[in-house]
């Protein structure tokens, strides 16, 4: 046997990782009738699958080297199947949050003011707000199902194993749940964090820095932690409490809860600082307060408009200028200053109640007054009432209406009038504790009473109501009472208006 | 209920339109005489109308005893004034079910049309 004899006229090469069998035929090779049952029989040896498909390609092979035989031919004769491999699961936020997120987001969802996609002509930059906040089952994205991957064939049909998709485990806690369907949303209120496959909704906001353009207003379902100030013209809102670490300015803070002022407030007349329960604060200079509960100062409220639903806790604090309604008791280290400035405090009063009050007043008098007018024509109209013109008749019968429709006005206006001065009543308390002094200028509203503090009173002492509705003042180291009017010029505020109304008149 | 107010005054349906809220009765349509009336009950179908007497293009009870033409049995009650009482039997012959004399007062007023539409539904 020659050596050409010896060698095989076929080339076989399988490549591609098993997915492709490439024969190649030698040039030269003289393959004679049995050429496709020979290239057949190497594939065999190789273990390669010799399918009609296989078939016709070595036909085709050999056609073409018989074609040429003086050149060498090569073709892929068996392809395999790629394996498809699977998809893992993955996370698609929604587009509100997708923004902040491929910023630089800290722990309390904050990003940089440069990540937040705002168009500077048309927003108002105290609005801007580099938090993601949503509502209780606001959609926060959807989690998608890891796709199976299907398993690819070698040419010698062995299976080529695909890939499976992963599903993506989310770390979350109660504040998000995911729907059978996948999506994902917010099972409570609060401000978005997500890091990576972590994703929550948090009921108390930790503001790191100022509350300025850096975060824009606030207004947040929960707890709100500011760890510095609030700068000027900025609103902070919260559903629950506020604590705020540094100074807030000429802003605006608004707790559904308690408000805490741990560095005080500075307001330049401007803005409001409000709570429906307890504000503590390290001292108030020119704000405009309402405590719906108790105010607790712990150093000076100057020229501030205060009031407090319940009592005013402050006996280390100075109230110097401005006006302070307290509905209940009231300790205070000091009240007025030595250089007399006009300083009002009214006990026993709820300030918005009295506001209230005074405009229904207002209105009660409008009110009384149309009635008349309309009762004395009405009454005119009525001693000819046998002989009235259809334009009388008809002007009587819109005067009866109007004074059905006035008097309903009066008997409500009287009754809500009432009703508000007796509900504030109740809770209502003529209690003023002064430690150390009350100085000249200052001007105690005692219920019905008006005190002027003409001369310095020293503390400890109390001033309050005898039983027979009188304001006396109590020393409390010699437990000894007398008549507020020892002390202080005092008027009765009904004769005072009295009088007022008689001058006017 | 849907109730047509007729009346030249706006000042009086005003005051109508008062006492049958208070009745309860918001559904209210208005038309300033009686052919504006003519033009709106086709579309609006009251259940009960008030009708003044003397109103400018087509007086109450021209607008009447054109309704009855079409409809004989919505209720109507007629607003006059002591002047017009002695026509009362005129209008009520063309088919006004009640009338009311001006001046009248909300509780009056609120008393007739209670009593008409008893009588309607008895």
């Known amino acids: ?505 | 209920m849907k109730i047509l107010l007729v009346d030249d005054s706006k000042t009086m349906r005003n005051i109508q339109k008062s006492v049958l809220s208070q009745l309860g009765y918001s559904e209210i349509e208005e038309a300033c005489d009686g052919v504006d009336a003519l033009s709106k009950v086709g579309a609006f179908m009251p259940e009960l109308l008030l009708v003044d007497w003397n109103m400018p293009n087509m007086d109450g009870l021209t607008f009447v005893k054109k309704y009855r033409q079409s409809d004989k049995s919505t209720p109507i009650i007629m607003v006059t004034t002591e002047t017009e009482r002695a026509r009362v039997v005129e209008a009520i012959k063309a088919g006004v079910n009640n009338y009311v004399v001006k001046p009248f007062t909300p509780d009056l007023l609120s008393q007739r049309i209670n009593e008409t539409l008893e009588k309607v539904a008895a």
């Open chain 1, 1 to 505: 046997m020659s050596d050409a004899h010896e060698q095989s006229p076929f080339i076989v090469n399988i490549r591609e990782g098993g997915l492709e069998c490439e024969v190649t035929v030698r040039a030269g090779m003289d393959l004679e009738s049995t050429g496709e049952a020979n290239c057949q029989g190497e594939l065999r040896d190789l273990e390669i699958e010799i399918t009609s498909d296989v078939n016709k390609r070595i036909a085709a092979l050999i056609l073409l080297h018989e074609t040429d035989k003086e050149q060498e031919h090569r073709l892929v004769v068996a392809i395999g199947q790629e394996p498809q491999h699977g998809e893992d699961g993955r996370l698609e936020l929604n587009t509100k949050l997708v923004g902040p997120i491929d910023s630089d987001i800290d722990e309390s969802g904050c990003n940089s003011a440069d990540a937040v996609l705002v168009h500077a002509d048309d927003v108002d930059h105290y609005d801007r707000s580099a938090f993601i906040l949503v509502e209780a089952g606001e959609s926060l994205g959807t989690l998608h199902d890891p796709v199976s991957g299907v398993d690819g064939r070698s040419v010698k049909g062995e299976t080529i194993a695909a890939k499976q998709g992963k599903a993506l485990v989310l770390n979350m806690d109660e504040s998000v749940v995911v729907k059978s369907c996948g999506a994902i949303e917010a099972a409570m209120s609060g401000v978005v964090v997500v890091e990576g496959k972590k994703i929550r909704v948090l009921q108390k906001l930790d503001v790191h820095g100022n509350v300025d353009f850096h975060t824009g207003n606030i207004d947040f379902p929960g707890d709100v932690v500011i760890n510095k100030g609030v700068k000027d013209c900025f609103i902070v809102q919260a559903s629950r409490d506020i604590v705020i670490r540094g100074l807030v300015e000429a802003a605006s803070i608004y707790a559904g809860r308690d408000l805490e002022l741990l560095g005080g407030g500075a307001c330049r007349e401007k803005g409001e600082l409000s709570a429906d329960r307890d504000i503590k604060a390290r001292y108030l200079n020119e704000c405009d307060l309402r405590a719906g509960r108790n105010l607790i100062v712990d150093k000076e409220i100057i020229n501030a408009h205060v009031a407090v639903g319940a009592d005013l806790m402050a006996p280390n604090c100075t109230i110097i200028g401005g006006s302070t309604y307290v509905t209940g008791a009231c300790e205070i280290a000091e009240i007025g200053s030595e250089r007399n400035i006009p300083t009002e405090i009214t006990l026993g009063k709820e300030r918005e109640a009295a506001r209230l009050t005074t405009a229904a007043d207002d209105l009660l008098q409008t009110i009384q007054g149309k009635l008349a007018k309309s009762q004395g024509e009405h009454d005119q109209l009525q001693h000819n009432a046998a002989k009235l013109t259809p334009t009388q008749a008809e002007t009587m019968t819109e005067l009866q209406f109007e004074i059905g429709t006035y008097s309903r006005l009066e008997g409500t206006l009287s009754s809500a009038v009432s009703g508000m001065d007796q509900a504030v009543g109740k809770i209502a308390t003529v209690d003023l504790m002064v430690q150390k002094h009350m100085w000249r200028g200052v001007t105690i509203v005692l219920g019905d009473w008006e005190a002027f503090i003409e001369e310095p009173i020293k503390g400890p002492f109390r001033i309050s109501m005898d039983s027979h509705g009188k304001p006396i003042l109590t020393d409390l180291i010699s437990d000894s009472s007398v008549e507020l009017t020892a002390v202080a010029r005092v008027r009765s505020r009904i004769v005072a208006e009295g009088a007022d109304e008689a001058i006017a008149a």
